[in-house]
């Protein structure tokens, strides 16, 4: 994979890429706080690019609260509130214009949640009967970390949702309301047409978030 910068004026990405034609996008870091699965993201698409297909991968979608390690950026916003029409943070803007002409059948976004023990993940399609998941779920077990089973955040309007083994089908981490995230506006602009939206245990320590990312992008991507 190719590491590559993005700029536009005075604003740039950084970004990886293999192949000419990516059909698989990844991002991390939408949320300062969740920094620590960028660099398992990094050395996990490495080790596995030979059997990976083609992709794109921004790891810091907003630099500025990576940087600062909190969930808002520097001017004090959550970037995953910022994805619309007319928004003003650069940080979405840039993003925004480096995609919007773009089409990938997957997108898999990773987060951190440092509230729970569990691994789990939302789906806007539904893998149920998918031998993937059960493969995923152990494999994930097999590694000694768990799989939510409960709510995510039942303070979060747009969220509270609930989770049997770490899966949530037919949704999407940011679409319980207008709230201008992310995936929803890859959705809606027609760019992606799938969504994986992982939660990776904050507390792991790096080797098994590297690990646990491992079987994520081999039974999702590979398998």
Same mark, same amino acid.
């Given at each position: 994979?190719?590491?590559?910068?993005?700029s536009?004026g005075?604003t740039?990405?950084?970004y990886? @890429?293999?192949?000419?034609?990516?059909?698989?996008l990844?991002?991390?870091?939408?949320?300062?706080?969740?920094?620590? !699965?960028i660099?398992?993201?990094?050395?996990?698409l490495?080790?596995l690019?030979?059997?990976?297909p083609?992709?794109?991968?921004?790891?810091?979608?907003?630099?500025t609260? @990576?940087?600062?390690k909190t969930?808002c950026?520097?001017?004090?916003?959550d970037?995953?509130?910022?994805?619309?029409?007319?928004?003003t943070?650069v940080?979405?803007?840039?993003?925004?214009?480096?995609l919007?002409d773009?089409?990938?059948?997957?997108?898999i976004?990773?987060?951190?949640?440092?509230?729970h023990?569990?691994?789990?993940?939302?789906?806007?399609?539904?893998?149920?009967?998918?031998?993937?998941?059960p493969?995923?779920?152990?494999?994930?077990?097999?590694?000694?970390?768990?799989?939510?089973n409960?709510?995510?955040?039942?303070?979060d309007?747009?969220?509270? @949702?609930e989770?049997v083994d770490?899966?949530?089908?037919?949704?999407?981490s940011?679409?319980?309301?207008?709230?201008?995230?992310?995936?929803?506006?890859?959705?809606s602009?027609?760019?992606?047409?799938?969504i994986?939206?992982?939660? !990776?245990?904050?507390m792991l320590?790096?080797? %098994?978030?590297d690990? %646990?990312v491992?079987?994520?992008l081999?039974?999702l991507?590979i398998?």
């Open positions: 994979m190719e590491k590559k910068i993005y536009a005075t740039k990405i950084n990886y @890429v293999q192949g000419k034609s990516p059909e698989l990844l991002v991390s870091g939408i949320h300062g706080d969740e920094y620590g !699965v660099d398992s993201a990094i050395k996990v490495s080790k690019q030979s059997e990976m083609e992709f794109l991968y921004i790891p810091e979608i907003s630099p609260a @990576v940087k600062a969930r950026n520097c001017n004090g916003v970037i995953n509130r910022s994805f619309k029409d007319g928004a943070e940080e979405a803007k840039i993003v925004m214009d480096f919007k773009r089409k990938f059948n997957t997108f976004s990773f987060h951190e949640d440092p509230e023990s569990g691994f789990y993940f939302y789906d806007s399609g539904n893998m149920e009967n998918d031998e993937c998941l493969r995923l779920r152990n494999n994930v077990k097999n590694l000694g970390v768990e799989l939510l409960g709510v995510d955040d039942p303070h309007e747009h969220l509270g @949702v989770f770490g899966y949530k089908a037919n949704r999407t940011g679409d319980g309301g207008p709230n201008c995230a992310f995936g929803p506006w890859l959705v602009r027609g760019i992606v047409d799938r994986y939206c992982m939660e !990776v245990p904050g320590d790096p080797d %098994l978030k690990k %646990l491992e079987k994520i081999y039974n991507v398998c």
